[in-house]
């Protein structure tokens, strides 16, 4: 069973991997990164699903607003 100090640990080493989606987003100056890093964190409650969206959604939105302001 694992110690109090060894969860703590734990959740810390885990936080920049829990964040990876509102990273991408931050750096690909994503337009709706409030609602990225919402998504990110919320959706670990709902068994990482939210998660999951949020890391495409941070992949693939930027690009799609590019194109509009172009065509």
């Known amino acids: 069973m694992l110690t ?5 640990y734990l959740v810390i080493l885990m936080i920049p991997f ?6 991408i987003g931050w ?3 994503h ?3 409030g ?4 998504l ?3 959706g670990l409650v709902f068994f990482g699903v ?3 969206l949020a890391l495409v959604w941070a992949v693939t939105e930027p ?3 590019s194109e509009q302001q172009r065509g």
Do not use: K
């Open 35 to 38: 609602a990225l890093a919402a």
């Open 4 to 8: 109090a100090n060894e969860i703590f």
């Open 18 to 23: 829990i964040l990876i989606p509102t990273a």
């Open 31 to 33: 337009p709706r990164l």
């Open 50 to 52: 939210g998660w999951v």
């Open 63 to 65: 690009a799609r607003a």
């Open 40 to 42: 990110n964190i919320l």
């Open 27 to 29: 750096y690909r100056q």
